[in-house]
């Protein structure tokens, strides 16, 4: 059977981009159409991505701690893990955001459709569930919100139950023995120390020189001699050949300085990059420009080359974070209302949810090398934090990126346990064009691990210099 609808907004994709935008352009007072292929919002995020990743990594960092708490005087016994439990716990942390979601849709009176969309002209879309039923949506405006997916490795068996991306690791089927995790950035990382603290004996391959790849070496250090004596092994500078599924488990070949020349793991992680879903909406029927790898681009309005088309989240470009798509789609929609809105920011802070978290936002020392920008930074190391050592850790460090003329502040690096709450002191100061002097002349409650932003800042101006 097939079904058409008139609406003002459509929005394409119902993730954290494109519910932001359907919900705001509905209190602007359009009427919306939000359409998603999952039946529950929230796209990857909320279903597949930072929520259910970053509930199993709490239950890591608890038995973490159990555990390290066993040398201080404090014994739990071993800690136990009931993995269907454990599911159920996460699956309903998932369900009570999305069911949230739907709540909200309803209460803005933005009509929800389910299924797959197809631009079917430059004012349609065609959605096809599971059923077979077609529903046209002809559209005044369109917000394009489809997301991305694991790219895939041509030579992998993904139909080996034993073979899965990190949606298949969030599903935790089981806890396998030996598994390899084929990518050492957030998401590989963030899966592997979920499985490692469940039980796992945990191997990880990275292309790159360093695990997570791009961000600053001295933060990426502490995070890699944890793991590295964790883990059963973390390959850097090493590539994998073929990855073969045998009886006896799956038989990898690698090619790299340190990593023996074939291993066998009871399961395999592919966690090698996400790649964006504009190639599959037939885009260009709408006379949308997509680039070869599926990328739609867009202006600081998110306005794509179709004036009336706009275009958000993961499928526009990089970082591919969930707050850089929430605040594009609150710019989209205003712009489908009549506003005029842009999105101009390049702060946008990204974390690594591992043990110990790393956070970096604006320029980093890489980037500054690399746009030939010169740059001096003030670091303040954890080991001299009363606060750190209180937890049992003393790797951590923070670090501010100035500019040296002006003193003002143009990045932030910090690692150690909550630097992904810590950020936002740094991402605040720099939206606010703060210099140095602010944030160290800035009172920080004693003892926090926030107090170390203040402490980087000194330490640049050069008012601490002995430091422990
Ligand atoms: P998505 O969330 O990808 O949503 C797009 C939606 O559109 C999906 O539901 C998709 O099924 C649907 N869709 C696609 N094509 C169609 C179509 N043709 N018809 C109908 N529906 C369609 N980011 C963070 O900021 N912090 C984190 O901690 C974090 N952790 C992550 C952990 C994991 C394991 C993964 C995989 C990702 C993580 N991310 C994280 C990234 C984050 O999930 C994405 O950046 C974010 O979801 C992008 O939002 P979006 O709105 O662009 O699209």
């Not at 981009?17 to 909320?46: K, M, N, Q, S």
């Not at 991402?427 to 009172?443: M, Q, R």
Request: hydrophobic share 45%; with cysteine; proline share 5%.
């Amino acid at each position: 059977s097939s079904t058409s609808l008139t609406t003002q907004v459509v929005v394409l994709g119902g993730g954290p981009g494109g519910y932001t935008a359907a919900f705001r352009a509905a209190d602007l007072g359009c009427e919306v159409v939000l359409i998603d292929d999952r039946p529950a919002l929230g796209g990857v995020c909320l279903n597949v991505g930072c929520i259910p990743s970053k509930a199993l990594l709490h239950a890591a960092k608890v038995l973490s701690e159990a555990r390290e708490m066993q040398e201080r005087g404090i014994s739990f016994g071993a800690p136990t893990v009931d993995i269907d439990a454990l599911r159920g716990w996460k699956d309903g942390v998932v369900g009570r955001l999305t069911g949230g979601l739907t709540g909200l849709a309803r209460k803005r009176k933005v009509q929800t459709v389910v299924g797959v969309g197809r631009f079917t002209g430059s004012h349609t879309i065609e959605v096809a569930d599971d059923d077979g039923r077609t529903t046209t949506v002809s559209f005044e405006q369109a917000i394009v919100a489809v997301g991305s997916r694991p790219v895939r490795l041509p030579f992998v068996p993904y139909d080996d139950p034993r073979v899965f991306d990190s949606t298949g690791a969030l599903e935790l089927r089981q806890i396998p023995k030996r598994l390899l995790v084929i990518g050492g950035g957030i998401i590989g990382l963030e899966m592997a120390a979920v499985y490692h603290e469940l039980g796992s004996a945990v191997s990880v391959v990275e292309l790159a020189p360093q695990v997570v790849p791009g961000a600053d070496a001295d933060l990426i250090a502490p995070l890699a001699a944890r793991i590295s004596r964790q883990y059963d092994a973390v390959w850097t500078s090493t590539s994998v050949t073929a990855v073969d599924a045998t009886p006896s488990g799956i038989t990898v070949s690698f090619s790299g300085e340190s990593a023996p020349a074939t291993a066998q793991f009871d399961a395999v992680l592919v966690a090698v990059g996400r790649v964006p879903n504009g190639g599959l909406i037939d885009a260009e029927v709408a006379g949308l420009d997509v680039d070869e790898r599926g990328f739609i681009s867009v202006d600081s309005q998110q306005r794509t080359n179709v004036g009336h088309i706009y275009a958000i989240g993961d499928v526009v470009g990089n970082p591919m974070l969930a707050h850089k798509a929430v605040h594009e789609g609150r710019v989209a929609a205003q712009n489908a209302a009549g506003q005029s809105s842009g999105f101009d920011t390049t702060l946008i802070p990204s974390v690594a949810y591992t043990d110990p978290e790393v956070a970096w936002v604006g320029m980093t020392e890489n980037t500054a090398a690399a746009a030939g920008v010169d740059v001096e930074v003030g670091v303040f190391p954890w080991a001299a934090s009363g606060r750190s050592l209180s937890l049992g850790r003393d790797e951590g460090l923070t670090k501010l990126v100035v500019e040296p003329q002006t003193g003002r502040i143009l990045g932030a690096g910090i690692v150690g346990p909550a630097a992904g709450e810590l950020i936002a002191e740094a991402t605040l100061a720099i939206e606010l064009g703060a210099l140095a002097e602010d944030v160290a002349l800035t009172v920080h409650a004693h003892p926090t691990l926030s107090e170390t932003l203040g402490m980087a800042a000194e330490v640049w101006e050069g008012t601490i210099t002995d430091l422990y």
